[in-house]
């Protein structure tokens, strides 16, 4: 099984910041890696898939980055929505696996 | 409009079982493949189980392998997981999900999600 380590496990940054996510996969994914957000009560939303393509609707201040085995996702400058926790998710393999998740809280 | 609505969840003892239903519109639903994910409270995500657009391919996690089965009635636009011999640790949020592709093979992103359905498993 793949196993996906995301880093850190909190981000703790203010509105109008950059966030800078991380996700490490112990093998080889190439670029099919996905990012999603979830909110408290709600259910995950595709951000970015194939490591750098935006979903449908997903504001530009999103982007995602990598391939291999080491993949980033940025948020340019933090809105009040996107306080959050993050997932990373490889399809490479099956069992497709997610990461842990990297919450990113208000500082 | 896509929605998932999902709907079946409940309390049960172990060694129970239960059939999930996922209600799909807002798309042709016979061209995609769907899944479950599973988010037991407070932890992360696991994706349960695939199937393929045609329901000739389907894939399980090991952690349900031979207990849980998924299914669509594409007439209905519905996708199921009946789910036997439950155990405590099956206790979770079962979301259905939208790929982008048709095929297993090219899918893997849950590009539409529904808001769940919650399995809680006690004794």
């Known amino acids: 099984e793949n196993v996906l380590t995301q880093s850190p496990a909190t981000l703790s940054l203010s509105p109008g910041e950059r966030a800078t996510l991380s996700c490490r996969t112990s093998?080889?994914?190439?670029?099919?890696l996905a990012w999603y957000q979830q909110r408290p009560g709600q259910a995950p939303r595709l951000l970015i898939y194939d490591a750098s393509i935006r979903a449908t609707g997903i504001p530009a201040r999103f982007s995602g980055s990598g391939s291999g085995t080491d993949f980033t996702l940025t948020i340019s400058s933090l809105e009040p929505e996107d306080f959050a926790v993050y997932y990373c998710?490889?399809?490479?393999?099956?069992?497709?696996?997610f990461g842990q998740g990297t919450k990113v809280e208000i500082k | 409009e896509v929605q998932l609505v999902e709907s079946g969840g409940g309390l049960l003892q172990p060694g129970g079982s239960l059939r999930l239903s996922c209600a799909a519109s807002?798309?042709?639903?016979?061209?995609?493949?769907m899944s479950w994910v599973r988010q037991a409270p407070g932890k992360g995500l696991e994706w349960v189980s695939v199937i393929s657009a045609s329901g000739g391919s389907t894939y399980y996690a090991d952690s349900v392998k031979g207990r849980f089965t998924i299914s669509r009635d594409d007439s209905k636009n519905t996708l199921f997981l009946q789910m036997n011999s439950l155990r405590v640790e099956d206790t979770a949020m079962y979301y259905c999900?939208?790929?982008?592709?048709?095929?297993?093979?090219?899918?893997?992103?849950?590009?539409?999600w529904g808001q769940g359905t919650l399995v809680t498993v006690s004794s």
């Open positions: 807002g798309f042709t639903f016979s061209n995609f493949a």
């Open positions: 999900a939208r790929d982008r592709a048709g095929l297993v093979a090219t899918a893997g992103v849950g590009a539409y």
């Open positions: 998710q490889q399809r490479s393999n099956w069992p497709w696996t």
């Open positions: 093998q080889s994914v190439s670029s099919y």
